[in-house]
């Protein structure tokens, strides 16, 4: 039996973005109407940003509006896309004349609305382009006619490069050409020792022995492709680090941007030993972690897990990752 | 007489500017709206044997949607009407309610956006399309669904019954709508029906695999209940079959 801290399940969405504004009134604003929220003092002369999907990942996206980062986030219901209709009221308020890019997780019902909103988005003359995020190294299976890989915890990076590139001036197609770079060169690998509870739940999505651990999840509380055994910290990292490595192809010398993820309730304390355990495992390739982020950023409910981005980073990537932002979930 | 479609009239093909009346559009979206109301049910009961069973919700709730833009907007021209469905349609969740918004918004495109009073040539008072016009604009909503859901015909999708509408009312006398809509409705469920035959490659009922068998697509039975609303609204009639969805 899980219990959440929610009133009505149904409402738990809206209820949860009013909370959101009224803790930062001078920063945003909530259109309840469509479920978006935007930020309360609309940029001018600069390409829009605006992003958003499935609710339950918070902080993403909703808690990246901000000054150099997202315009505006739209909401869906837990785990469930945003209408077209609300994707289009979104990137309308994204707009500041300059054209609005859209940075969409790799999801059908996503990607869908998402093309749908920038198409009608055309005959109010806005120019729309999409960042399509495909970072959960999981979900390759290689093939070319399916669903393609799922969009995870790179999206931060995206919404946040995008976002310093935006706020330098760089017109639509540079944001987006620069927002694609980064989704194509970020991998994520995950692993969780205990699936999230949907609000209203008694039960979890799946459940483990306790000798067992799901590696390769996704953040919607899917199974995954394979079960590995539990042991620890330092070797289960490793074992999500390998892959990227192999998959980017990462040479001694190499500097990366890293994110360390909580999935919803691994607690500080281990994902900062999490950290370590990636430095120490980078370390012996000969590879440095230039930048990095370590917390919650992108959450599957209260999964239980951790996630690993890298992205091999360059001189440009750089100084737009340290570019200011000032964000409910990202500051500096 | 509508002395609109003498423009498009010649001697080799007196009826290819057949028109629908000035009419159609309102009795066409009001007609679709009842009988998916009526049918949300059953569509959804189709779609709990062979989907992820949300598609009655998605119906009711994208129809609700339409009757409150009706009453916000109070629409005139043909063009305002069928936007008042296809934003309906936007507003809902799943993949097929944004497919069916997008199909309706060609069937919008269709129509003149000059406004009821432009007296622009080849358009009644309301800007309804003729026959011919509403016709291409099937084919382009059939386009654009197939676009966006990546379905081909016999994916056991709303294409199903879509892609022999459109081939009947190409091959139609032209010179008469209702016949030629007729023609193109009984195409339409005739292609729903051979749906429960069908495995899905796409869509809801691809998750269920041949769970699904010996069930017709709600996707492709609500499209042809459409293609019943526009043949009823040509007629002048008032309702629309729909117990053959079971």
């Known amino acids: ?332 | 007489m509508n002395e609109s479609s003498t423009s498009s009239t010649s001697s080799t093909g007196a009826g290819r500017g057949a028109t629908l009346g000035e009419d159609f559009g309102r009795a066409f979206i009001t007609l679709t709206h009842e009988t998916l109301t009526a049918a949300a049910d059953a569509l959804g009961d189709l779609d709990r044997r062979a989907g992820d069973g949300d598609f009655g919700t998605n119906v009711r709730t994208a129809m609700k949607g339409a009757a409150t833009n009706i009453e916000n907007d109070a629409p005139s021209s043909y063009r305002e009407w069928l936007t008042a469905m296809y934003m309906g349609w936007l507003g809902v969740g799943g993949t097929s309610g944004p497919l069916f918004g997008m199909f309706f918004r060609d069937l919008a495109k269709a129509g003149s956006d000059q406004g009821p009073d432009s007296g622009e040539p080849g358009s009644d008072a309301t800007g309804t399309p003729t026959l011919e016009q509403f016709a291409q604009a099937l084919a382009d909503g059939q386009a654009t669904v197939q676009k966006y859901g990546e379905a081909k015909v016999g994916d056991k999708t709303m294409v199903d019954a879509l892609d022999p509408a459109v081939v009947a009312l190409k091959d139609a006398d032209a010179s008469d709508a209702a016949a030629a809509l007729a023609a193109a409705e009984e195409a339409a469920i005739a292609g729903a029906r051979d749906t429960a035959e069908s495995t899905a490659k796409r869509g809801r009922a691809s998750y269920v695999g041949d769970a699904a068998k010996g069930v017709i697509d709600p996707g492709a039975a609500a499209m042809a209940l459409v293609i019943g609303a526009a043949r009823a609204a040509a007629a002048g009639e008032s309702s629309v079959e729909a117990d053959w969805i079971g």
């Open chain 1, 1 to 332: 039996m899980r219990r959440s801290i929610v009133n009505d399940p149904d409402d738990l969405v809206a209820e949860a973005l009013e909370g959101l504004v009224l803790s930062h009134p001078t920063m945003l604003e909530l259109d309840a109407e469509h479920r978006y929220i935007s930020r309360k003092q609309k940029a001018r002369d600069k390409v829009g940003l605006v992003s958003g999907g499935g609710s339950g990942h918070e902080p993403l996206h909703s808690g990246f509006v901000g000054t150099g980062m997202l315009d505006v986030a739209v909401s869906g219901a837990v785990f469930a896309s945003p209408t077209a209709l609300q994707v289009l009221a979104g990137t309308k308020a994204a707009d500041a004349g300059r054209g609005v890019v859209q940075i969409v997780k790799n999801y059908t019902g996503d990607v869908l609305n998402f093309r749908i909103a920038g198409e009608i988005s055309g005959d109010d003359a806005i120019d729309t382009e999409i960042v399509l995020v495909d970072d959960d190294l999981a979900s390759d299976t290689g093939e070319d006619d399916g669903p393609g890989r799922r969009g995870t915890a790179a999206t931060v990076i995206v919404e946040k490069i995008c976002g310093a590139a935006a706020e330098n001036g760089m017109d639509l197609q540079q944001v987006a050409a620069v927002g694609r770079t980064v989704a194509q060169r970020s991998r994520t690998m995950s692993l969780a020792l205990a699936a999230g509870t949907h609000p209203g739940d008694d039960e979890p999505q799946f459940t483990l022995d306790a000798d067992e651990v799901e590696f390769g999840v996704g953040i919607h509380g899917e199974r995954a492709q394979r079960r590995i055994p539990f042991t620890g910290a330092d070797e289960l990292i490793e074992q999500l680090v390998d892959p990227l490595l192999e998959e980017l192809e990462l040479g001694r010398g190499t500097e990366v941007l890293a994110i360390v993820n909580g999935l919803g309730s691994a607690y500080p304390l281990e994902l900062s030993l999490a950290a370590r355990a990636l430095h120490r495992r980078l370390d012996t390739d000969g590879i440095t972690v230039g930048r990095s982020l370590v917390g919650s950023y992108v959450t599957s409910l209260d999964m239980h897990g951790v996630s690993i981005t890298l992205m091999p980073l360059e001189d440009e990537l750089r100084e737009l990752w340290d570019a200011p932002v000032r964000t409910p979930a990202l500051t500096w």
